[in-house]
């Protein structure tokens, strides 16, 4: 429904009122794992938007040679490690070099387009200070790397660019973020970032806490397509098994955050509050097929024509994730490899039987794919 209603609006970007140059804080958390980073730094230094810092923080890494020297990149090996990510962040805000006007959260993995900090500078300028760019792929090189981006693509159109259009707000990706730096402050001082600091694994998802943040109180989080960010997309089905059962623990914790939602935008009658929190707490794609193939079972057994209606509902609900794949362009590798999603799905319910121990079973996920931003683009 929101898909077919969004298709009434068009974005609303007014060029002329780009006169700030904001200056941007990139923040880079790696863990265990630094080199990965280089061709991210060799990225944001090529940057069309030249008015930045980059912080590196290295945790538990051991010291290399990134074979380049600039004014703009500080790196950070923090003694005693942190294990956290939220952790990291504090650490480089903690030592700017100087005031920034945004912070700017980005993963080792990924890459920023040229533009990207440009896209995101129009953006504050139209006065937002939630601003979430696109995260896509950086690779497609398996079928599980395929199927992992065509999620990526379909969450990119129908929770984040969809609710942007009508006047609510994006789910945020986890990088690939600016937020205004007092705003973000703010965010980190909050109860729900201190005392996650103790609950190492079981801590809330660091996305989900500032978007709840955000959106209590009232802010909008806009989705800025063209600011793309590339990132690293799993590859192997033990990958997707150990990705999937941290979201989906992260997502069974952010339930009730997502039903506050939906009663504040109901009670401060917010369409922005009450639109993300229907958002938010609707369950993951795999969670709803396996659903509406249940009832259409039971229905088929307690009420033969009614279970038509249901039998429509379920085509409706394939027909939207093929419409909004459409919709979103995506490259003929991920068509091609639409075969793949069954397999990409029984992975994701074996996660279900992983969440119960998250200090035991959610591990970090390892980065191999040393990419150029050349080569991205190339292709």
Known sequence: MTVV????????????????????????TAYKNVAITEHLVQSLLKQTHQNFHIYLVADECNPIDFSMEDDRL???????????????????????????????????????????????????????????????????????????????????????????????????????????TNLYKAYLDSPEIQMGKEMWKKMLQEDKILQNFLLRKNEKIVFAKNAIVYDEKVTTADQVETQRSRWLYSYFQNLPNSSGLIWRGLTNLSWNQLVFGVITIAPPLFILLFSAVFLLAIGILVN??????LFMGLGVFFVNILWSLYLSEVPDKIWS?????????????????????????????????????EEILKD
């Open 337 to 373: 490899a639409i075969w793949g999603l069954p397999l990409f799905v029984w992975k994701q319910v074996t996660a279900l039987f992983k969440m119960g121990n998250p200090n035991k079973n959610f591990k970090h996920s390892e980065h191999t794919k040393a990419v150029r931003i």
């Open 74 to 180: 500080t790196v950070f090996y923090p003694d005693p490690s942190l294990r956290l990510k939220a952790k990291s962040i504090i650490h480089a805000i903690k030592h700017f070099k100087r005031s920034h006007d945004y912070c700017v959260v980005l993963d080792a993995d990924n890459l920023a387009h040229p533009d990207f900090l440009k896209e995101i500078n129009l953006y504050a300028n139209q006065g937002y200070r939630s601003i979430q760019g696109q995260r896509t792929a950086k690779n497609l090189d398996t079928v599980y790397a395929c199927a992992d981006s065509t999620g990526e693509f379909y969450k990119n159109f129908v929770e984040r660019y969809v609710p942007y259009l009508i006047g609510s707000s994006s789910v945020i990706s986890g990088s690939g973020m600016a937020v205004e």
């Open 5 to 28: 209603f969004s298709r009434l609006f068009k974005e609303k970007i007014d060029p002329a009122k780009v006169d700030t140059n904001y200056d941007f804080a990139c923040i880079i």
């Open 304 to 309: 033969p024509y009614m279970s038509i209606y």
